[in-house]
Structure formats: structure tokens, C-alpha cells
């Protein structure tokens, strides 16, 4: 009997080592950075499938082809609401979107939007106009979205 424990044991740390040597071999991935493309203002939707679902994934869960790579899983912009009470934090997001994450609050590694729309019509004298409808356009759409 101490023989077939002692067996299995070495089969389980054999299987063990298997595992983490695999695990090891898996490469990071790498998150290619491309330039911000202009989407049209008014659709909050369209807007979050450009630039925020490759990491909080289309259906907004956190699920995003980038979030492997992140060192901070990104956010379930799907529970927003619940985590807030059952309030959605409509001027939260929009401070976010707008000046970026509080380190406190999340992860700095989510992109300040605010600047980043400034310089899709950077030359317009409604930019800064242009930049506060579109984030007003993108959290009206995470409201729809929350579960």
C-alpha cells in the first residue's frame, strides 16, 4: 500500500511538472498598438466596438482579444450599476473616460479617451465640444449595456 501512494505522488508531481513546463512555454501576448481611428460621434455603440471592446470584450464582460495581456483584467463595464448600488455612475465614467483612471480606482493602463478624441478633429474649433458628446454618447451606451 505505502508503494501505490508513493506511485501515485510521483505520477501527481510528474503531472505537475508537465503543467507548469507547458504553462511556462506559453508565449506573453503582445498587444499591438495602432492609431486611434475616427468614429462618428453619435453612435455610443459604434464607438465602443472601436475602441473599447478589444480589451472589455464586445459584450463588455472583460473578455477582449487584449485583455490576456494587460496586467489588470479590464473592468465588466456590465456591472457597473450593481457595483454602484444599482446606480449607474454616469459621471464616474465620464471622469474616467475623460481624465483616465485613478490608480486607487483601477488600472492605469486604460487609455485617457479625453485626449486621445482630441486629436481625431484636433484642427475644429468644437473639439473640445466634439470630445464631450462623444463620451457623453459612449456612457450613455455602457448604461444600456448594464446587467
Not at 500500500?1 to 505537475?16: H, Q
Not at 507548469?20 to 468614429?39: G, M
Not at 459584450?59 to 483584467?73: E, F, H, I, N, Y
Not at 473639439?127 to 451606451?141: D, F, G, K, P, W
Request: proline share 9%.
Amino acid at each position: 500500500m505505502p508503494e501505490l501512494i508513493s506511485i501515485k505522488a510521483a505520477l501527481m508531481a510528474g503531472f505537475a511538472s508537465a503543467i507548469f513546463f507547458v504553462v511556462a512555454q506559453q508565449p506573453t501576448p503582445n498587444i499591438k498598438l495602432v492609431p486611434i481611428r475616427p468614429t462618428p460621434s453619435v453612435s455610443g455603440q459604434q464607438m465602443y466596438a472601436t475602441y473599447c471592446a478589444v480589451c472589455h470584450g464586445v459584450d463588455g464582460t472583460g473578455s477582449g482579444r487584449a485583455a490576456p495581456a494587460l496586467k489588470t483584467p479590464p473592468s465588466d463595464l456590465t456591472a457597473l450599476s450593481r457595483r454602484n448600488g444599482g446606480v449607474f455612475p454616469a459621471d464616474h465614467i465620464q471622469t474616467v473616460l475623460k481624465f483616465g483612471v485613478i490608480p486607487a480606482h483601477g488600472s492605469a493602463e486604460m487609455p485617457i479617451w479625453g485626449g486621445l478624441m482630441l486629436t481625431l478633429d484636433g484642427t475644429s474649433p468644437d473639439s473640445a465640444l466634439e470630445v464631450h458628446q462623444r463620451i457623453v454618447n459612449l456612457t450613455s451606451y455602457l448604461k444600456q449595456i448594464q446587467k
